[in-house]
């Protein structure tokens, strides 16, 4: 039987299914893997290399500015929505939490034809920040440039994925 992800009742639509998941993902599989053996990533050289910093206010990340990565050939990825790509990175704490690790074949539905495994490492204040972010979405979301590509309801719906997911995490 395969294994299932912890975080598969979030995962694919608006968490872990959109062009920002694809960035995210492509950020994650430009480096070296061994088979089925981990690799480290450490979140806040994620958040880094994302041009995220802990300098920002928590509503700072309402509008999406100017959060990109470029890869090893110097081509830029940009990020379209910020709130996007922080759900993504915190449900995928998440997942490293309850089950140590995550092969990104999962994360991206079964397309990579790399079997890549990772784990994030995350310390105290970067999660206190994405924990703050999303409790700020959860009471927020209307406020968030996500809401012009999505319903009310929709929104809603992403804002109570977001409770759980906070409810989830281990600080």
């Known amino acids: 039987m395969e294994a299932r992800m912890y975080i598969e009742r979030w ?64 081509h830029r990825q940009d990020i379209g929505c910020a709130i996007n790509f922080l759900m993504d990175v915190t449900a995928i704490i998440v997942e490293c939490q309850k089950n140590e690790k995550v092969r990104l074949v999962d994360l991206d539905g079964g397309n990579l034809d790399k079997n890549a495994v990772i784990s994030l490492k995350v310390e105290k204040e970067d999660l206190a920040l994405l924990r703050g972010i999303l409790e700020d979405f959860v009471h927020h979301p209307l406020r968030y440039d996500l809401a012009e590509f999505c319903s009310e309801d929709d929104m809603r719906e992403i804002a109570k994925h977001c409770k759980e997911i906070i409810a989830e995490l281990n600080m």
């Open 11 to 74: 995962w694919g639509e608006y968490i872990g299914g959109t062009d920002d998941t694809c960035t995210l993902i492509d950020y994650l599989v430009n480096r070296e893997f061994e088979i089925e053996i981990p690799v480290e990533i450490n979140v806040k050289n994620m958040l880094q290399d994302f041009q995220l910093t802990n300098a920002r206010e928590i509503k700072d990340f309402r509008q999406t500015k100017d959060i990109y990565f470029s890869n090893d050939n110097g």
